[in-house]
């Protein structure tokens, strides 16, 4: 069975965020994730991560302007000084949180020029994976459709990869999200057993409302099975929005540490 990480963004959202820790252990789950902790200081984070007892799998570097849409910094020209900080910043709080693996959102590149986006995100990916490896971390890029996020500079599993050659650091890896892929490329099954030797972290939830993974069009207790028969050792975040309740939804949870 896969080791399944609660996304407390996403998921117990009936308590306040620091409250989320203790929900998602009560629940079963030994890790969880977020999209960012920058709200708390990095040792509030932590002391409420520790009580609860379980592992931090990932979190995102800083979006930039969130609230005025920006979804990443890392492919926007001209925003390079902010999106150092940001690596610094989120390297403070991985250290704090005993986090292994940081996701550099790429982010909504507007009317920039497709090559200075590219270039721009290709050093900035290099610079975070240095300044990651240097503090015993790593790094993951995550394709996102253009539904949920219009504009997005990255796309696809193939693109990613490419991406990933260009840079070519052994701490620099794919973010598997197959609620994304299912979506912007389909063919889960063949395409994650091809990718599974760059992925560093994985994440469902079903398509196509994003609820629960017992819900929608993918048949995830295959592909369940399918990372265990691969030997796939990471965690797979549940980056879904529960339909009716966090806890009232689980029974997909139930079932899959059942079987």
């Not at 308590?15 to 079963?28: E, K, S, T, W």
Request: aromatic fraction near 10%; proline fraction near 7%.
């Amino acid at each position: 069975m896969p080791r399944f990480a609660a996304n407390l963004s996403m998921m117990f959202t009936e308590h306040p965020f620091l409250d989320r820790f203790q929900a998602a252990a009560d629940a079963g789950f030994t890790a969880v994730e977020f999209l960012f902790p920058y709200d708390h200081p990095p040792e509030i984070v932590a002391k409420w991560r520790e009580a609860a007892g379980v592992h931090q799998a990932l979190f995102n570097l800083a979006p930039g302007n969130w609230d005025g849409g920006e979804r990443g910094l890392a492919s926007l020209p001209g925003r390079e000084a902010e999106f150092e900080a940001s690596v610094t910043q989120a390297l403070d709080y991985a250290d704090a949180l005993d986090c292994p693996l940081l996701h550099v959102m790429a982010g909504i590149p507007g009317n920039a020029p497709a090559e200075a986006a590219t270039a721009t995100y290709r050093r900035n990916l290099t610079l975070a994976a240095d300044r990651a490896a240097a503090r015993g971390r790593s790094i993951c890029i995550e394709p996102i459709n253009a539904r949920d996020m219009p504009g997005f500079f990255l796309r696809t599993t193939t693109e990613a990869i490419a991406h990933l050659d260009d840079v070519a650091r052994p701490n620099a890896h794919l973010q598997l999200d197959l609620y994304h892929c299912q979506i912007s490329e389909g063919d889960l099954a063949k395409r994650t057993a091809a990718l599974l030797p760059r992925v560093a972290h994985v994440q469902i939830a079903g398509v196509p409302e994003r609820h629960e993974p017992s819900l929608g069009e993918i048949n995830y207790p295959y592909l369940f099975a399918l990372l265990d028969r691969l030997g796939y050792d990471g965690w797979v975040g549940c980056e879904y929005r529960p339909e009716a309740g966090t806890v009232e939804g689980l029974g997909w949870f139930a079932a899959a540490q059942a079987g």
